[in-house]
């Protein structure tokens, strides 16, 4: 299970930041990527960026916001988090945490979501 | 980025009818592609991963097919409770989505 936490509301160009808490798995885990999608009418499902450890962490992220955005896992409290600074209207969204599932080292889609947090932009 | 298309971008259909969507890429993703269900106000829910393989616990009047850049997603027969959009996504590089399909009772 994943749960979200953070502020629902941000002013123009301060940054973002959502909180994952995840339960019955470990954000360390090597059959998991640990993300964060956004959905918005103008943008449709939009995913945003990851976290995941293979012996070492890594992230990747879209290239639509990768100057923007920073997905960080937290081992001590089994999280992830996601910051985007700058923010803009546009990104006024609904937004998701989810994890990526790999079985046998094999993508085998985003099987956990959180459970949504709406994020409005505005001054 | 690899870009998605689906269409129909809307449909309605009678219960009980078999009721078909598609998906193409605009290059070559092999069998990168799942197909979510979203009902009104919750999150997406994952259906089938691997273009084929049905996520446990999903009926199995849902199926997928395809390889390559185009995709097939079938209800073999519509249930009231199927009532959502439902999108394709493909992970051959950066995960990317389809733009869906609405799909509603005749």
């Known amino acids: 299970e994943l749960q979200q936490s953070g502020p629902g509301l941000v002013k123009p160009s301060q940054t973002l930041s959502l909180t994952c808490d995840i339960s019955?798995?470990?954000?360390?885990?090597?059959?998991?990527?640990w993300s964060w999608i956004r959905q918005s009418p103008s943008r449709g499902l939009e995913w945003l960026g990851r976290?995941?450890?293979?012996?070492?962490?890594?992230?990747d992220y879209a290239l639509s916001v990768k100057s923007r955005i920073t997905v960080n896992p937290d081992t001590s409290k089994n999280q992830f988090s996601l910051h985007l600074t700058s923010v803009t209207p546009e990104d006024t969204a609904v937004y998701f945490c989810?994890?990526?599932?790999?079985?046998?080292?094999?993508?085998?889609?985003?099987?956990?979501w959180g459970q949504g947090s709406t994020v409005t932009v505005s001054s | 980025d690899i870009q998605m298309t689906q269409s129909p971008s809307s449909l309605s259909a009678s219960v009980g009818d078999r009721v078909t969507i598609t998906c193409q890429a605009t290059?070559?993703?092999?069998?990168?592609l799942n197909w979510y269900q979203q009902k009104p106000g919750k999150a997406p829910k994952l259906l089938i991963y691997?273009?084929?393989n049905l996520e446990t616990g999903v009926p199995s009047r849902f199926s997928g097919s395809g390889s390559g850049t185009d995709f097939t997603f079938t209800i073999s027969s519509l249930q009231p409770e199927d009532i959502a959009t439902y999108y394709c996504?493909?992970?051959?590089?950066?995960?990317?989505f389809g733009p869906g399909t609405k799909v509603d009772i005749k």
């Open positions: 290059q070559d993703i092999s069998s990168y």
């Open positions: 996504q493909q992970y051959d590089n950066l995960p990317t």
């Open positions: 976290t995941f450890y293979r012996s070492n962490w890594y992230s």
């Open positions: 989810v994890r990526e599932r790999f079985l046998e080292d094999s993508y085998s889609g985003m099987d956990v």
């Open positions: 019955g798995d470990s954000v360390s885990s090597n059959s998991a990527a």
């Open positions: 691997e273009a084929s």
